[in-house]
């Protein structure tokens, strides 16, 4: 379920248009989400490759900027690989679980941030951001005015132009209430053009999730429910349930992005 979508005759972009929007900070800021804070296994995998990524782009860099940094666990690993790191994050709730859960200190709010004037990064990170906001292309400004000479800004986004995305329709998973922008290649690519910004390295996105996770999902499209009933009982599939497994669907861009000359 999504609000309602329009889409853009000239670049592709499809977005929520809609009073609801002028809300989208302050609902963040109240935010709650016990599974996502719960989940840290798998998206520690995924912390771990994305840095590691970043890290052979760009192997010079000494200091990170995690914008929507959520609980905090990309930037818990960052310091512990010894990199300078620290984030921002507009929901109260997982910036007092990052200092909780990971010992991490994280600034409350969005960007522009006036703890952030005047500061520049090697790595800036927009993992999963940009459809969440009512002006991605404000957002990827502010972030690239964050990065040192040769800085890289690293964003991940569903790509709604993708084989899957085609294939689903209205049943793809990144449709979702919170999602209110959508990139294809081409918008994504204005996008990058519009704010001085060039790609240097593309690719697409990989997940790791519990299996009990992925199985929940299949549900909703195959006849699955029954499995997953009795996974609680059976000792082997109890355990396959709880282990992490690599996912890539090829329908999220992972794009690292530089200053334009």
């Not at 294939?167 to 999602?179: D, E, K, N, S, Y």
């Not at 349930?241 to 861009?253: G, I, K, Q, V």
Request: aromatic content about 10%; some cysteine; hydrophobic content about 45%.
């Amino acid at each position: 379920m999504t609000l309602a979508l329009w889409k853009c005759r000239d670049c592709g972009f499809i977005f929520a248009h809609d009073e609801e929007l002028n809300q989208l900070t302050s609902l963040y800021e109240r935010l709650s989400d016990v599974d996502y804070v719960n989940s840290r296994e798998p998206r520690l995998f995924q912390m771990r490759w994305l840095l590691e990524t970043a890290q052979k782009v760009n192997p010079k860099a000494v200091s990170l900027l995690d914008v929507g940094a959520g609980a905090g666990l990309l930037v818990a690993e960052a310091k512990r690989l010894g990199l300078e790191a620290t984030g921002v994050e507009p929901c109260r709730a997982f910036v007092d679980s990052a200092r909780v859960l990971y010992g991490v200190e994280i600034l409350h709010g969005v960007l522009p941030h006036p703890e952030l004037a005047n500061r520049q990064f090697d790595l800036v990170f927009l993992v999963d951001v940009i459809e969440h906001v009512s002006d991605p292309v404000k957002l990827l400004r502010q972030s690239a005015r964050l990065l040192s000479s040769g800085g890289l800004l690293v964003v991940v986004t569903p790509d709604v132009g993708s084989l899957p995305a085609k294939i689903l329709g209205p049943r793809w998973w990144h449709f979702r209430v919170a999602h209110v922008g959508y990139f294809d290649r081409t918008s994504l690519r204005k996008a990058i053009k519009a704010v001085g910004l060039v790609a240097v390295y593309e690719s697409r996105a990989k997940w790791f999730f519990s299996v009990r996770y992925l199985a929940e999902r299949l549900a909703v499209y195959l006849p699955i429910h029954w499995l997953n009933r009795i996974a609680s009982r059976v000792q082997l599939l109890r355990w396959c349930y709880d282990r992490a497994a690599p996912l890539n669907l090829h329908d999220s861009f992972l794009v690292f992005l530089q200053r334009a000359e």
